[in-house]
């Protein structure tokens, strides 16, 4: 019964956002967050003060995907009435107007670039509307920066969900090392055949044949240098690797090296200043990005100092506290151990996306109305997003609740004592789970990070390996997981159409994790 109540909610999510006369998340996942909580108070029998503190952690946890995505629908609206966009679009027209080299370059190694400096959803928060903006349709443009957006997901917002979303599991640094040049590998195997279906949703079958040459040297441009960093280093293989590749595929584009030719219907030329000009604020969020997220620089430690500043007693609702990083905490909640917090100069919400807008307004001679437009047309369109994640977290934290007893642990450990020694063929789908409630790699790492290591352990299956397999399957769950999904779909203001992703997202998501099983069975015995 425990198992069937742990399950229940997620297949009756599932079916409310895929059924014909589909919910909107903003309605779907408030209430399956109930369903969770009747569960938790009347089968699971939680303290109410827990279920409680619970709901109240939610409510400040939202507050990082919500102001991303605010500060990425800022940052694109800004983008648009500036006329950043427009230039772009005529810009990547004479590199080469092929839609494949555009796709490639801006989903793939433009967003694999983006996903090493921050994670968070923010890679397709910013690729998708440049899409977008070349002419592609939005629904289908979503589903494409989605299932792009995997790759590079293990070594994230500069490897966060390989060093610290197995940092729990007390792990000597070369284990660590090991699991991160494990998981490139699996990545680099489905790398070869996930772009590839990508691209599929957008362009047909015949154009991806005349172009299939660029196709994989983008690839390879990205894929090559990323697993030989992985070799050495756990933080910087995504954002070296995008990096590389993204200077690569302009560079091959230019040339045409690989691809079909394809007549050009924009007349008009782009001069240089121009070019610079429109690129101006992309290369400054990028620059911000990256001298914030790098560890041997002052400005990732500083935003992150958490040394009390302010504090002050709210009652019984816990103890609230302001840090020198900025750091917005509710401590020992309804006088439990629950905390919650919200990094206000860290998460990339304010830096970069508000700074970046703020400062590139008086460089574009944006007037004062239509900077009141961006911002308030802005925050309309946060409001369906917030609905869908509150519930969405609220739901995750109870699901949570009770530690190995809790409703996620209970599913983990009931799929790997089902499997035995077959776990390896289904690691990556529990990873992929986790990925799936939370909207992240590192917490999917976080929930289920000691269940595969009890798991590996049990069966004597290398506990390497099933950790690497857990951060590839929390990478590939990124293109189911309802976060990403209604962040892309609110920055590209779709309405409604989360459930119909699902099931574009759910066939890529599927065959990644056949993939990273048979890396795992016959190509890492071979080299590890």
Same mark, same amino acid.
């Given at each position: ?76 609206? &800004? ?159 995504? %954002? ?10 302009? %560079? ?16 008009? @030329? ?57 750091? &917005? ?26 700074? @970046? ?6 460089? &574009? ?27 969405? %977290? ?20 009931? &799929? ?113």
């Amino acid at each position: 019964m425990a198992l069937f109540l742990s399950i229940f909610p997620i297949v009756l999510l599932i079916y409310l956002m895929v059924k014909r006369n589909a919910l909107p998340s903003s309605l779907a996942l408030p209430w399956i967050a109930a369903v969770v909580l009747i569960i938790q108070l009347v089968f699971f029998g939680t303290d109410i003060k827990i279920v409680s503190a619970n709901i109240a952690s939610a409510l400040v946890a939202v507050q990082t995907p919500i102001t991303v995505i605010l500060g990425a629908i800022l940052f694109n609206r &800004f983008s648009e009435v500036s006329g950043a966009t427009d230039t772009l679009r005529k810009w990547l027209g004479t590199i080469n107007p092929n839609p494949v080299a555009q796709l490639m370059i801006i989903g793939w190694a433009f967003a694999f670039m983006i996903e090493g400096a921050s994670g968070f959803g923010t890679p397709a928060a910013i690729a998708a509307p440049i899409l977008v903006g070349l002419g592609f349709p939005a629904i289908k443009v979503a589903v494409l920066a989605l299932i792009m957006n995997s790759v590079p997901v293990s070594f994230g917002a500069v490897g966060t969900p390989t060093w610290f979303g197995f940092g729990p599991l007390n792990l000597g640094e070369s284990q660590i090392l090991e699991i991160g040049s494990m998981t490139a590998l699996i990545h680099a195997f489905a790398a070869l055949v996930i772009p590839v279906i990508a691209l599929s949703f957008i362009v047909n079958v015949k154009d991806i044949r005349r172009n299939i040459v660029y196709i994989y040297l983008s690839i390879f441009a990205c894929v090559i240098p990323y697993i030989l960093l992985a070799q050495v280093n756990y933080e910087f293989p995504s %954002l070296v690797g995008g990096a590389i590749g993204l200077f690569i595929s302009v %560079l091959l584009a230019n040339k045409g090296v690989g691809l079909a030719k394809v007549e050009n219907n924009i007349e008009t @030329t782009v001069s240089l200043g121009e070019v610079v000009k429109a690129l101006f604020p992309t290369a400054l969020l990028i620059g911000i990005l990256i001298i914030t997220r790098i560890q041997q620089l002052p400005f990732k430690a500083m935003m992150n100092d958490a040394t009390t500043w302010f504090a002050v007693q709210l009652g019984s609702l816990g103890r609230f506290e302001i840090s020198h990083g900025l750091i &917005f905490s509710l401590k020992e909640i309804f006088g439990t151990s629950i905390n919650s917090s919200y990094k206000l100069l860290y998460v990339p919400a304010f830096i970069p996306f508000v700074v @970046t807008v703020l400062i590139a307004i008086p460089v &574009f001679k944006v007037s004062a109305a239509k900077t009141k437009d961006i911002f308030v047309m802005s925050f309309k369109q946060t409001k369906n997003p917030f609905f869908a994640l509150v519930g969405a %977290l609220i739901m995750v934290n109870l699901m949570l609740v009770g530690g190995d007893g809790s409703m996620v642990k209970i599913i983990g450990k009931s &799929f790997a004592q089902a499997t035995g020694e077959y776990w390896t063929v289904f690691a990556a789908y529990l990873g992929a789970v986790g990925a799936f409630f939370s909207g992240s790699n590192t917490v999917s790492n976080l929930t289920f990070g000691s269940v595969q290591l009890s798991t590996a352990e049990l069966t004597g299956l290398s506990t390497s390996l099933i950790l690497a397999l857990q951060s590839a399957g929390g990478a590939m769950g990124n293109m189911v997981c309802i976060n990403n999904i209604v962040a892309v779909n609110s920055v590209l203001n779709i309405q409604n159409q989360e459930g119909a992703i699902i099931k574009k997202t759910a066939l890529p998501m599927i065959l990644y994790g056949i993939i990273a099983a048979l890396v795992a069975l016959f190509v890492i015995p071979i080299f590890f």
